[in-house]
T-cell receptor
Framework: AQRVTQPEKLLSVFKGAPVELKCNYS??????LFWYVQYSRQRLQLLLR??SRESIKGFTADLNKGETSFHLKKPFAQEEDSAMYYC??????????FGKGTTLSVSS | IAGITQAPTSQILAAGRRMTLRCTQD?????MYWYRQDLGLGLRLIHY???????GKGEVPDGYSVSRANTDDFPLTLASAVPSQTSVYFC?????????????FGPGTRLTVL
C-alpha cells in the first residue's frame, strides 16, 4: 500500500536549533516526494520536491531509497519557520498522498 | 492572476442540507483535486479530475460528488450533509510544463455541519 508516515505531530525547538522533520514512505515503484508547508491562515504551498534537489528557505531534503525516507532538515531554525509541514507522495495518477502532518513550533 | 479561488470561505450548515463548494482556476490546468483536511489525519483525497469531462474517486468519496464541465471549474457537492463532513476543504490543481506535478492549492473552505 502507498503510505506516508510522519511520526511526530508536534516538534518544538528553540530559535537557532537544528530541525529535522521525519518522513517515511511506502511505495512500489519510483516515487516522487514533496514537502508542502502551511503557514498560519495561508494556503498550502510547495516547499521542496526531491527531483529539484534545491534548498528553499534553508530547508533541504534528501530522498533515501534504502531507508524509504525523505526527512526535511534545516541547520538553524527561525521563528518564521513555525508552520504545519506535510510530506507527500505522488500516487493515483498525479494526486498526492499526504502524511498526517507535523506542526513545527520555533520559539525564541 | 488569481490562481485557484474557492467559495465560500466558511459555512455553517444544518445536517441534511445540500451544499456545493465552488472551485475555479485560471491556470488552464488539466488535473484538479478535492481534499479534506482534518486534525491528526492530514489531507485526504475526496475526488479528482484528470481532465474536463472526467472524474474519479479518491480515498474518501462517500457522501460527495463532483463534476467537471469545463477546465476552470470543479465544484464539490454534499448531497445531504452529515456532522462527520465538518472539515476544511481544499481544492487543488496540478501544474504543467515547468511546474509539472506541483500542486497549487486554493485558500480552503471551512465547513461546519451541525
Amino acid at each position: 500500500a502507498q503510505r506516508v508516515t510522519q511520526p511526530e505531530k508536534l516538534l518544538s525547538v528553540f530559535k537557532g536549533a537544528p530541525v529535522e522533520l521525519k518522513c517515511n514512505y511506502s511505495y512500489s515503484g519510483s516515487p516522487e516526494l514533496f514537502w508542502y508547508v502551511q503557514y498560519s491562515r495561508q494556503r498550502l504551498q510547495l516547499l521542496l520536491r526531491h527531483i529539484s534537489r534545491e534548498s528553499i528557505k534553508g530547508f533541504t531534503a534528501d530522498l533515501n531509497k534504502g531507508e524509504t525516507s525523505f526527512h526535511l532538515k534545516k541547520p538553524f531554525a527561525q521563528e518564521e519557520d513555525s508552520a504545519m509541514y506535510y510530506c507527500a507522495l505522488s500516487g493515483l495518477g498525479t494526486a498526492l498522498i499526504f502524511g498526517k502532518g507535523t506542526t513545527l513550533s520555533v520559539s525564541s | 492572476i488569481a490562481g485557484i479561488t474557492q467559495a465560500p470561505t466558511s459555512q455553517i450548515l444544518a445536517a441534511g442540507r445540500r451544499m456545493t463548494l465552488r472551485c475555479t482556476q485560471d491556470m488552464r490546468h488539466n488535473a484538479m483535486y478535492w481534499y479534506r483536511q482534518d486534525l491528526g489525519l492530514g489531507l485526504r483525497l475526496i475526488h479528482y479530475s484528470n481532465t474536463a469531462g472526467t472524474t474519479g474517486k479518491g480515498e474518501v468519496p462517500d457522501g460527495y460528488s463532483v463534476s467537471r464541465a469545463n477546465t476552470d471549474d470543479f465544484p464539490l457537492t454534499l448531497a445531504s450533509a452529515v456532522p462527520s463532513q465538518t472539515s476544511v476543504y481544499f481544492c487543488a490543481s496540478n501544474g504543467q510544463g515547468a511546474f509539472y506535478n506541483e500542486q497549487f492549492f486554493g485558500p480552503g473552505t471551512r465547513l461546519t455541519v451541525l
